[in-house]
Nanobody
């Protein structure tokens, strides 16, 4: 069992940065691949970034490549999402997820956090 808790969301002006954190409970965190998703009002949830359990491989959606960076610290049971050059289109609730499969876009994650709101003003 893994419990996930996101933090770091908030209101930021366009062009600004935020760093999201997702703290996991449980001793098996390091065996899970981790992903960050977001869901904007009226839109489907989308995969933003993912990282393998070793941290050696990452995935980014085209919309965030070059602006977002996912990383993890298995010693701290935490995964991060550094978001730079934010724009109004990044406004959404951001969720972290843990899964046995790295194919987050095709296979449901095993565990989800409650989400953190990110709002980017123009």
């Amino acid at each position: 069992q893994v419990q996930l808790a996101e933090s770091g969301g908030g209101l930021v002006q366009a062009g600004g940065s935020l760093r999201l954190s997702c703290a996991a409970s449980g001793r098996t965190f390091s065996s899970y691949h981790m992903g960050w998703f977001r869901q904007a009002p009226g839109k489907e949830r989308e995969l933003v970034a993912a990282v393998t359990w070793t941290g050696g491989t990452t995935y980014y959606a085209d919309s965030v490549k070059g602006r977002f960076t996912i990383s993890r610290d298995n010693a701290k049971n935490t995964v991060y999402l550094q978001m730079n050059s934010l724009g109004p289109g990044d406004t959404a609730v951001y969720y972290c997820a843990a899964g046995r499969s790295f194919s987050f876009d095709t296979r449901p994650a095993d565990y989800w956090g409650q989400g953190t709101q990110v709002t980017v003003s123009a």
